[in-house]
């Protein structure tokens, strides 16, 4: 493990010097279904395998800027190190909002702002590292906002909204025949503020119902 550890360091200030400032990989895209997935190599997996967090982000107010996700090494000062710096490995993995499903016809996403931010507790079996571990190189992946994805009549009543997160990964040769496996990372339950994970995005209208039948 110390050896993946140096090499990841390593490679993070080649790419770095090379691109004059913080490093970005550059996009690896692989079809499937008639959406993109980002295809991951060896050094993504080490870099999931060993990062303290994880954040998605997606924006596509005020102009659609590219989406960004990226894992966070934490590198705590010491005496030893005091000039010590966290380390960000930075994926160009798609990430989309999910409107769909249960809406009745597509939400317009033209202000959404969509954010999630992951811990991944490495020496635990929580939900996170559990997911990661299972990921390799040449799996395809891409990150998925789902809106209201767990809003229920008692949160709409209470002007609260339940969105999630999900990975899908694409696995070619599997020997159950699968080739999509589906992970929910995390959930969010808040108001329809700057705390909510799915921002700007309209209610659909069985939400917009249960919400008005808390005056009935």
Known sequence: MASVKRSW?????????EAGGAMVR??????????????????????????????VHLSNSGGAE??????TKRIEKTERNPFAQDADHHMAVPVRINTGLGYG????TAEARCWAYLTNYKSTECHVASVLRT??????????????????RALAQSGFHGDSLR????RKG???????????????VAPDNSAR????????????????????
């Open 9 to 17: 360091r390593a490679c993070n200030r080649a790419r770095e010097a």
């Open 26 to 55: 550059l996009p690896c895209e692989r079809k499937a279904c008639g959406m993109s997935y980002y295809e991951l190599t060896k050094f993504d997996v080490a870099a999931l395998a060993q990062c303290d967090t994880l954040s």
């Open 174 to 188: 599997r020997k159950d025949g699968a080739t999509r496996d589906l992970f929910e990372m995390c959930r969010s």
């Open 66 to 71: 590219a989406p960004r996700v990226w894992a």
């Open 197 to 216: 994970m799915c921002k700007g995005i309209p209610s659909p209208a069985w939400y917009l119902d249960d919400a008005n039948s808390a005056s009935v």
């Open 167 to 170: 990975l899908i990964v694409e």
């Open 135 to 152: 990921l390799r190189a040449g799996d395809a992946i891409a990150f998925e906002f789902y809106p209201d994805s767990g809003s229920t």
């Open 105 to 108: 016809h597509a939400l317009d």
